[in-house]
């Protein structure tokens, strides 16, 4: 597992919000934008899937992902489609959403946390590393870099974003990190 | 101390299910059933009825024309569908409160059970194995022992939590050991206290020790298996136990599933879930 070392430290306190009203709630497959500072965004029950953060603190201007699986092509045969469960797809329309926003390539912040694996040594699907190559992949081509990652293990994980400050909090039943 | 007993004793004092729900999926389960006398049995629950024609015009199943009618709801989807709208009406509500212990939110438990139900029967389309229908309704009903068991043992649970992530040891083990029981076998215990048929009651019994189950109901009991590891795997119905369980290595190497349709299994298994709350969910039926 990978992770920044940091506790949240200050603001710790008030950040997440214990307040549920404030949160807007990603769900499995779905993405949100905002510009409003008063909005913290928030995706639950990361397991193999990944949740992107995005954030421009000049602009002001954050998103959340929340990616089930690594490609559209092959998976989504039959199904309707609903991009954003994708990495390769969903990416993507997050990035294009907060540029449309005014977020610019320069000034964005991506951080990444989920990519866990089941408790059996076996692993045998490989969602969640499949899950992060993709990602780099994606942010190679457009020229982005991860800025904070909390990869791997075998817990859920929990990840919150300030449109405010941009901070990226992910949190384990373990424990609460900064991204 | 929490112990087996106290669990067992919960189950007694649940409310029991309604008897011609009982009835019904025990006539539903009859390959040779009468339409007539299955028409009868259900016109007797008035709510029961509505509940069976709202599933049956729910948009999951696209019927072009409105179905009015049971018999008519009947031949369009079959026994499997209307066994597992009985079910949701019976277990529903129930399935849709805050399950204590395992710290799950309102609709979380109902939610994972519309998951794996729809992941069991995709895996059963895609492994050729038991029709998909019945795969559906086992899945439907795995984890309804969280709801007696996370009660009773609430105090437990942390203990349990500790057991099984620190010793890494699968959740159901670490309830065994510290309650005497698993949630498995309690929802097994309410199923067969509510009267339900042996086909249910096993599956819900071995799911996670799938080579357990008695041999006639094990294809079913393996599809389910692989069902709930995978639908844990990616997040869906996962409370404090955190999909915190072993996989049967010989269930995935005999189901010979490939990384590709593992993959658009949950496609289809999340691409179908909204319309299977709809279905199977009570908030728009009443």
């Excluded at chain 2, 079959?78 to 204590?100: F, K, N, Y």
């Excluded at chain 2, 404090?240 to 369980?245: A, L, M, Q, T």
Aim: glycine fraction near 10%; include cysteine; proline fraction near 6%.
């Amino acid at each position: 597992m990978s992770s920044s070392p940091t506790q949240a430290g200050i603001g710790a306190a008030t950040f997440p919000p214990t307040d549920r009203s404030q949160l807007q709630i990603v769900g499995i497959s779905e993405f949100k934008v905002s510009n409003d500072p008063n909005d913290v965004l928030v995706t639950y029950s990361l397991g193999s899937c990944i949740g992107v953060t995005v954030h421009d603190p000049i602009a002001g201007v954050g998103g959340l992902i929340h990616c089930m699986l690594p490609l559209s092509k092959g998976a989504r045969e039959g199904s309707a489609p609903k991009p954003a469960m994708f990495v390769d797809t969903g990416v993507i329309l997050l990035l294009n959403a907060v540029f449309d926003l005014g977020a610019t390539r320069q000034n964005l912040v991506v951080k990444v946390a989920g990519a866990g694996s089941p408790m059996d040594q076996c692993n045998r699907f490989r969602i969640g590393e499949r899950n992060i190559v993709i990602l780099r992949k994606i942010l190679w081509k457009n020229e982005l870099m991860l800025a904070g990652e909390h990869t791997g293990g075998t817990r859920p994980k929990t990840v919150f974003l300030s449109i405010a400050t941009g901070q990226a909090v992910v949190r384990t039943p373990e424990e609460q990190t900064n991204l | 101390m929490t112990n087996r007993d106290q669990v067992l004793e919960a189950v007694q004092q649940l409310p029991p299910i309604p008897v011609d729900a009982c009835e019904l999926v025990r006539l539903l389960q009859d390959p040779e059933v009468d339409p007539a006398e299955l028409e009868r049995a259900i016109s007797l629950n008035p709510a029961l009825t509505t509940h069976v024609l709202a599933t049956a015009n729910s948009a999951i199943f696209g019927a072009r024309a409105e179905i009015s009618t049971v018999r008519r709801a009947w031949l369009q989807l079959g026994s499997g569908r209307i066994q597992a709208a009985v079910m949701s009406a019976m277990v529903g509500p129930m399935a849709c409160e805050p399950v204590e212990g395992y710290s799950l939110p309102g609709d979380a438990l109902w939610e994972g059970a519309l998951a794996i139900a729809l992941a069991t029967e995709e895996l059963a389309l895609k492994t050729g194995g038991p029709p998909p229908n019945e795969a559906f309704t086992a899945g439907l009903l795995v984890d309804i022992g969280k709801t007696v068991f996370g009660q009773v043992a609430q105090t437990k649970m942390s203990e349990i939590a500790d057991l099984a992530f620190g010793g890494n040891i699968s959740f159901e083990k670490a309830e065994e050991q510290l309650v005497g029981i698993n949630h498995a076998e309690a929802g097994a215990i309410m199923l067969e206290a509510w009267g339900l048929p042996e086909s249910i009651i096993q599956v819900v019994r071995w799911h996670h020790e799938p080579e357990m189950c008695p041999e006639e109901f094990r294809p079913i009991a393996e599809l389910v298996h692989a069902a709930q590891y995978l639908c844990g795997m990616v997040g869906l119905g996962n409370g404090e136990d955190g999909n915190y369980y072993a996989s049967s290595e010989a269930v995935f190497n005999r189901l010979g599933l490939s990384p590709d349709a593992i993959e658009n299994c949950l496609c289809q298994t999340l691409s179908k879930l909204d319309l299977a709350r709809e279905a199977f969910g009570l908030e728009k039926k009443s």
